[in-house]
């Protein structure tokens, strides 16, 4: 199985090297959002995991609103930017990545919820047991490969980003934005 961090880079370096212009024109975090889903979709296809499909604001876990258990043990609705999942069709890895995305100019509230929702979502369990049979998935949602925090700063030109893994911060990295223009094409 392929790094899923890999994935999500190459599908980054795509929508950087050819979206820089409408990232840099302050359009809102949901066209970013949208425009990124299609490079994630494209980069999906030539993997492992070319049966998972990449979702913008998707709700849903079995035909129920999603929801976390933070770490106040408190059900907490959830509807993340964009997620890389196989919509319930392959139960025993049916989450990969979930992204929340920011631009730098919003609240520190905002940003912090974000950040505790992706260690939420990518813990392997929320009480130390998998509720997982095998065939049904879990009523909370938790497991995904990947939590990418992704915090857009127009001002610096650049592109913010924390991978979590198993409910902790793993790492962090920036992304710098050049101008199309400045692209050798």
Known sequence: MENVIVIFENANKSFLNHETDLILSDVSERTLCGSLMRYLQEEIKETNYSKYHVDVEYNRNKGKVKTIINHNIEVIPINCDIIVHSRGQIPEQDNLIAIEMKKS??????KIKDKNRLIALTKDTFDNVWSFDGTNLPEHVCRYKLG???????????????YYKKGELSST???????????ER
């Not at 100019?105 to 905002?110: D, F, G, M, V």
């Not at 990418?148 to 924390?162: C, L, P």
């Not at 920036?174 to 400045?182: T, V």
């Open 105 to 110: 100019t919003n609240r520190n509230s905002e």
């Open 148 to 162: 990418v925090y992704y915090e857009v700063n127009i001002r610096r030109r650049e592109v913010y980003v924390e």
């Open 173 to 183: 990295k920036i992304f710098e934005l050049m101008s199309e223009s400045n692209h």
